[in-house]
């Protein structure tokens, strides 16, 4: 029996387009998805050790006419290397049935949003960010959104957390 | 006297009727009794228990018993999943000859998914498409081969492999083309490979085919012929284990990716350290490995490092680009065994204390310096045993063990160094290029 686990509804009702979503986490479509963004997200060592800044972003995934776009949206810092990893995500983004993750999508045309961040747990690097850091920096983004064409559904955070270089082999 | 003889024709004629009755009972049974059954399935059983076999449960009570040519058929209660969908099935053969003599093997029935969808695990013999895996009594392959519709048409090879990706990285022969059925039990996915070339083509259909495979098996028409149960015990529910490609092999270098193809894919790669990094990253779906190179700090050859995301721990292996660029298959190798270790301690321990990389040294130097060599040489079997342990002692140089060589040895401390630098300048061992 499905389980509707979450409703997104408190920080959005300033925006026309973020009215209550239920957002199903319990199918095997989001559990896909989660799985796909938790496991193919990866900075690489040269920026692990010269980044040491945990990062919000707010990826926008566009569906048009029911087809899942190509250009994938960040907001806050331009960080290509996050970029990169997100856009080789993109076919496997387009096999996503949305309306299987968020059942009230009506539209052809609407945004998914995608609260993502990183931060670093390593010994030469240690920075994230609070739960409630990540909740004012969403809100301060989908306010920005007010006023978009087309609606959009919001998922839930995900976001990684880097341990850095902490085991390596040295060759004389 | 009259009632006495005629009792005693009456009894004559009772006998005789009785006989010929038994014989007309036999006749409309062909050649099989109950009796004669179950003793057949008693000898059966004791000369099931009298042999050396593979620990496996046999369903006795739905065995089937033949004569011409004799034998019995015991499905073998396994659990194994197409991972194209669809179950395998094992069945044990047991043949006698005139000499009353037994010997038996394993059938395995891998039918491909369309067959599968039609017909089951079951093997028909006039119809059959799929693979049919003839093993011994310890499991290991005896003769494969890949029917199209009932004719064995090429040798199919049973080959091991931790994983699906593994045996997509495994070197492949030119000029032959190659299918694969995979299927998964008791946490290892076995592929069955068919190899389909040109000299090894058994031949047309008709079963009129050139090679010694195109000859038929005396079992064949009789394997899939009793009332089995659907499907050998198994269960009915195909599972589809998410896991299999949870190693990700992100190489471009051709020297990195041949290196880390024959010591972890390679279908011979059964070495302990192998075995540990399948075993831990395909048994769950939450750990991931991934193997990638850039250009490190000049002093790294490897680094293992990682992250947790959403439940998940990815674990990237990163060789160095630049300073392995010179370096032998030998050396690539023993640093790809070394991270493998580091990644498999940091899955075992889950996340490690501060110094977890001086720890986990000193575990590698105490514990695992033989069993890298061993790896070492069973992926390269040219290398001698000093260079192989040589070469495991590289990068463990903090270690307490390596420090007791230095103070108590120091000749053989730099002999080792020595060594080292050897292999990674690529003037001894493999070249790359």
């Known amino acids: ?172 | 006297m009259f009632p006495s003889i005629c009792s005693r024709e009456s009894y004559l004629l009772s006998v005789i009727a009785l006989i010929l009755g038994m014989t007309l009972l036999s006749c409309s049974k062909e050649d099989e009794t109950p009796q004669s059954a179950q003793d057949e399935l008693s000898q059966a059983k004791s000369w099931w228990a009298s042999v050396q076999h593979a620990e496996m449960v046999l369903d006795w009570e739905h065995a089937l018993e033949k004569k011409n040519p004799e034998l019995v058929v015991v499905p073998v209660i396994w659990n194994s999943n197409l991972l194209t969908g669809g179950l395998s099935t094992r069945k044990l053969v047991i043949l006698k000859d005139s000499l009353q003599r037994r010997e038996g093997l394993i059938i395995q029935v891998i039918p491909n998914s369309d067959y599968y969808k039609e017909n089951g695990a079951r093997f028909f013999a006039g119809s059959f498409n799929g693979s049919l895996i003839e093993l011994d009594l310890n499991l290991q392959y005896r003769d494969g081969a890949y029917y199209v519709d009932g004719q064995r048409k090429y040798p199919a090879k049973l080959d091991h492999y931790p994983s699906r990706e593994a045996y997509e990285h495994s070197p492949k022969t030119e000029g032959c083309t190659y299918s694969s059925t995979a299927y998964y039990s008791a946490g290892v996915v076995t592929v069955v490979g068919t190899s389909v070339c040109s000299s090894t083509y058994f031949g047309g259909g008709g079963g009129g085919g050139t090679g010694k495979g195109a000859d038929r098996h005396p079992w064949e028409d009789f394997i899939d012929e009793g009332d089995f149960p659907s499907e050998g015990g198994s269960d009915p529910t195909p599972y589809i284990p998410n896991s299999v490609t949870d190693i990700k092999n992100h190489l471009t270098t051709p020297c990195f990716k041949t290196t880390v193809t024959d010591l972890i894919y390679k279908a011979g790669a059964q070495s302990a350290i192998s075995q540990i990094i399948w075993g831990m990253f395909s048994a769950s779906d939450k750990v991931n490995l991934s193997i990638y190179e850039e250009e490190l700090r000049p002093s790294e050859d490897g680094v293992t490092s990682g992250g947790q995301s959403g439940g998940y721990v990815n674990i990237d292996i990163t060789l160095n680009s630049t300073g392995l660029a010179n370096a032998s298959k030998e050396y690539i190798a023993v640093t790809m065994l070394h991270e493998c270790l580091h990644a498999y301690f940091n899955v075992k321990n889950k996340w490690p204390l501060e110094d977890a990389n001086y720890v986990q040294h000193q575990a590698m130097a105490g514990m695992y310096v033989e069993v890298m060599a061993d790896a070492l040489q069973q992926t390269y079997p040219t290398i001698s045993r000093s260079d192989a342990i040589d070469l495991a002692w590289g990068g463990l140089d903090k270690s307490l063990a390596w420090k007791n060589i230095v103070t108590s040895n120091p000749s053989e401390a730099n002999r080792i160094l020595l060594k080292n630098q050897a292999y990674k300048n690529g003037s001894s061992g493999t070249k790359c290029n």
């Open chain 1, 1 to 172: 029996m499905k389980r509707l686990i979450i409703l997104i509804m408190p920080l959005f009702l300033s925006s026309h387009y973020l009215v209550a979503q239920r957002v199903d986490t319990s199918g095997m479509e989001y559990k896909r998805l989660h799985k796909e963004v938790s496991t193919n997200v990866r900075i690489t060592m040269r920026l692990i050790d010269s980044v040491c800044e945990a990062i919000f972003t707010l990826v926008t995934i566009p569906v048009r006419d029911g087809q899942t776009g190509d250009s994938l949206t960040f907001t806050g810092k331009h960080q290509p290397y996050l970029q990169e990893s997100f856009q080789r995500l993109v076919p496997r983004l387009r096999s996503i049935d949305w309306r299987q993750i968020f059942p009230d999508i009506k539209e052809r045309d609407y945004d998914i949003l995608l609260p993502y961040t990183y931060g670093f747990e390593a010994k030469e690097c240690f920075d994230t960010l609070s739960t409630r850091a990540i909740k004012h920096k969403l809100s301060y983004e989908l306010h920005l959104r007010q006023g978009s064409r087309v609606p959009s559904y919001v998922l839930p955070a995900m976001g990684i957390t880097f341990w850095g270089r902490q085991w390596s082999k040295t060759g004389k």
